[in-house]
């Protein structure tokens, strides 16, 4: 295809007749002559010009959308993560949904062992919880243990029972260390002693006198004193102020997490 320049206008070129059309003169001096150059410019490098013309409505034209690709809108220079990488944003949705998922037990074993309550009282029903997934109707041996000395443990009780709704629950009564006679008693020097007999009790446990006194009809507690048992009895001397007090006794288990476990087995 034949190139014509501004020179052509009114000549036959290859048996046509060249019409060069010039956009209307503007009446800002400063625009005729920018548009005076361009045409120079043009007239003297025709080739360049198209070459800026067609890189002109390249960056115009609209971005096409790719096979499995999600073009980005018009005011919009870069697609979404999502777009880009369509694979690896579903990985990322899909590991956020496991992350939400509970952990699934697994069929057919016992997990999550634990008591109903933090503590019990001596005689109280204490209650153990275990998870038995789709063992509903299955029996579970319940063995709860005490703290003996060290790392040693014993059997105190031992109770069964039956899977249902996914979990199984039994309970024993608890039998802590028992304290008699409770008693305070003023030695000759004139000092108060707390004084409990523990038959029983391992010499050396250590035993809590929790301590209140009467004001205005009311009774406040006080700081609790501490003894040891030794040959069956534990002592703490205190110092009272004048007036009502009464106190009671308790031996302290020597476990952080107290003396008192179970575990359960499938039977």
């Known amino acids: 295809m034949s190139t014509y320049t501004a020179s052509d206008d009114g000549k036959v070129v290859d048996g046509r007749i060249v019409v060069w059309i010039r956009p209307p003169r503007s009446s800002d001096p400063q625009e005729e002559e920018r548009a005076a150059t361009q045409e120079s410019t043009a007239a003297q490098n025709p080739g360049q010009a198209k070459d800026e013309e067609k890189k002109g409505e390249e960056k ?22 999502a777009a880009q990488k369509p694979g690896q944003a579903k990985d990322k949705e899909k590991k956020g949904e496991e992350k939400q998922k509970p952990e699934k037990a697994e069929p057919g074993k016992l997990s999550n062992p634990s008591w109903h309550s ?42 069964t029972a039956t899977v249902s709704g996914g979990r199984a629950k039994a309970s024993v009564e608890i039998k802590g260390d028992e304290l008699k006679n ?23 446990r250590e035993v809590e006198f929790t301590i209140e006194n009467e004001v205005n009809g009311q ?11 030794k040959l069956g009895k534990a002592e703490a ?11 009671h006794a308790e031996v302290l288990p020597e476990m952080a997490d107290g003396n008192l476990r179970f575990r359960a087995e499938l039977i």
């Open 60 to 81: 115009q034209e609209p971005e096409k959308p790719e096979p499995g690709k999600l073009a980005s809108p018009a005011s919009q220079q870069k697609t979404s993560t």
């Open 182 to 204: 409770p008693r305070c008693v003023r030695e000759q020097s004139g000092a108060l002693v707390l004084v409990a007999d523990a038959p029983g009790v391992r010499d050396g």
């Open 219 to 229: 009774w406040q507690p006080q700081a609790p004193a501490k003894g040891v048992v």
């Open 118 to 159: 933090e503590s019990y009282e001596h005689g109280e029903k204490a209650e153990m919880l275990v998870e038995a997934p789709w063992l509903d109707g299955r029996k579970v041996r319940f063995i709860v243990e005490r703290h003996a000395a060290g790392e040693e443990w014993e059997q105190v009780a031992e109770v």
């Open 237 to 247: 001397q205190v110092a009272l102020p004048k007036g009502k007090h009464r106190f």
